[in-house]
């Protein structure tokens, strides 16, 4: 049957995956995956080969961006291709694309959902889903702008949380840290004075969500960047204004300040 | 030992689970289970039942809400409780309380992540991620304000998209439907005319995410309205400002009226 399903992998290990994916993944006639779209830390694909019983076929950004995805559009045409996605398949936009391509070579596509930083950073911190305003990325140092800062004063002005996803390089091993991320938020406070990212505002980092040492803490940024988060991958958090069972929460999970009761509303 | 560990059961039937959850419930001392947030329309507890080989004690809202969890923190007391919840076990921020309770009595607590419908939407449906404003609740009739309206124009002013979840009662085996969301957003919409749930404003409607028939079909009001959506549960988006991608994706994907690659940026 020709068929292209995208699966998603959900968070740090080959165990994240769903029976539904495993079964999926089981009965393909190809498998491939990527892993430079997330982190992965405890990843193995030993294990994961030997769940599903057959080779997977990794594929790069190269592979998949620069030959748009072209090995699994071939597999597709002839038989049930899956591709397997850290977290939910289509968080990251980069699949879309592929997605479509199939879509205009009437290659059927289905999609089995795993579990995402967005959702699972909602989760773990406490801090309640329909308070978050806009997403943002912070890039690495090199790709560094004034937009992540800007995003997170919007959202504050509105009261809401911004949920920020570090960037990373896997091919390179580069991993932007909730300590370097805190730094160049910080130069844009020096500049804008708005108190988004200044010493005393509040911020929730979370480091390895989904693995069986997740490391939250919410402190003051100033605090928190001297705070030791671990190992990568991390998210960061802006709160907006809290409820006060947010700030109860915070206080139990990511050992904030009881300070926090005061600021709540 | 003691331990109170929340599983997320994904999405639509019992193989949402990922691996690491069902290991989990496997070893657990105690399993429990509420069915009540969320609407798992394929689920079958026998099934899940013969995956963990032991028996499931299905907790209600009264067992939870006014009774504190009570049943749950005894057996956590004493040994490994598992609590099997659909979806991401927080982002209903219902069962905060008991976490909060359970970290008062000195209980670890532990998270083990699942498919959520609030990132499963988003892969759906091809919009882009970093481009949804707050997400809303829209009430059943009887609970019906004009919050969620206001919600999504404030989130359209900004150009941002507005996920809608639909309320359920699943007691009373009632669930919002798209065709009632939008007929009570358009009374609001009669008084306010700010083109937000007009019969030419464009949105995106969602059912049975994860399923092996999920529904999903982008169009404006007037035509979404007469739309069979089929069975619950469903979900609603009202985009924002489309990038011609994300307008792709929606023609692709949603059977979307072409004439949306002229609204795009």
Known sequence: MRELVFVGL??????????????????ADQVFMELYTSLLPDFSM???EALIHKQIQVLSRRNLEEENGKLILEAAETGKAVFLVPGDPFIATTHLTLRIEAAK??????????????SAII????LHNYKFGKTVTIPLKENFS???YNVIAQNKQLRLH???????KTDEKRYLTIKDALTMLGEIEDKKKLNIASETALAVGLARAGSKTPTLKADFVGELQKFDFGEP???LIFPG????MEAEALIAFADAPTKLRSMTT
Not at 123 to 126: A, E, F, I, L, Q
Not at 241 to 244: A, C, G, I
Request: overall charge neutral.
């Open 233 to 235: 991958p991390m998210t």
């Open 46 to 48: 030993k294990n994961l």
């Open 123 to 126: 989760s773990v911190s406490g």
């Open 10 to 27: 959900g968070l740090n290990d080959e165990k994240g995956i769903s029976l539904n994916g495993l079964e999926e993944a089981k009965n």
């Open 241 to 244: 204004q809290l409820h006060f």
């Open 146 to 148: 004034e937009t992540p």
């Open 105 to 118: 070579r009437k290659i059927p596509t289905r999609i089995i959902h795993g579990a995402s930083i967005i």
């Open 162 to 168: 911004t949920l920020c996803l570090l960037d990373l």
